[in-house]
T-cell receptor, first 112, second 114 residues
């Protein structure tokens, strides 16, 4: 079935530090694993995805790691900035047309 | 280019009133989704359209909720006889043919039912 679980629902870091947001998942059949962020007052925004046959993917200041053995997904943000303050979700997929199941999310607060 | 837009951004309704929420997706996007987001929670799926066809409405909480996308572009979510528990942010998202899980969200409509 589809479910998402997030460790540590809140995370506070200092500006310039690296951040790691973790996510456990149950649906191993997903072709992709996905991260979204949602800033206050805005809709969610796609950050990055990783195919299920990969274990690492890098974007701009972000890296996603996938460990299918333990069903664990993480998002690493380098040199975290105040603009990174948001709620981060790792929604579960599972349908052919992209229906997302979000869960509660992790609140990241970056202190200047 | 323009992103997904939603109107109105805020709506206050008295209990029992009908409301209509509009979504303008990104031009050319085949897929359109509606989600409901309660305060402090993640978005929850309501319904999905592929062009004008409503292929999944499993998330609509009651028969008071109705969505349409008659010409395969603009969509309207209608809530009849609003209740206080309908108070939430209603989010619309669209996606293209090649990456269904990369959805582009609008800013949402915040509905408050008094």
């Amino acid at each position: 079935g589809e479910s998402v679980g997030l460790h540590l629902p809140t995370l506070s870091v200092q500006e310039g530090d690296n951040s790691i947001i973790n996510c456990a998942y149950s649906n191993s059949a997903s072709d992709y694993f996905i991260w979204y962020k949602q800033e206050s007052g805005k809709g969610p925004q796609f950050i990055i995805d990783i195919r299920s046959n990969m274990d690492k993917r890098q974007g701009q200041r972000v890296t996603v790691l996938l460990n299918k053995t333990v069903k664990h997904l993480s998002l690493q943000i380098a040199a975290t900035q105040p603009g990174d303050s948001a709620v981060y979700f790792c929604p579960a997929g599972g349908t052919s047309y992209g229906k997302l199941t979000f869960g509660q999310g992790t609140i990241l607060t970056v202190h200047p | 280019g323009a992103g997904v837009s939603q109107s109105p951004r805020y709506k206050v309704a008295k209990r029992g009133q009908d409301v209509a929420l509009r979504c303008d997706p990104i031009s050319g996007h085949v897929s359109l989704f509606w989600y409901q987001q309660a305060l402090g929670q993640g978005p929850e799926f309501l319904t999905y359209f592929q062009n004008e066809a409503q292929l999944d409405k499993s998330g609509l909480p009651s028969d008071r909720f109705f969505a349409e996308r008659p010409e395969g572009s603009v969509s309207t979510l209608k809530i009849q006889r609003t209740q206080q528990e309908d108070s939430a942010v209603y989010l619309c998202a669209s996606s293209g043919r090649t990456s269904f899980h990369e959805q582009f969200f609008g800013p949402g409509t915040r509905l408050t039912v008094l």
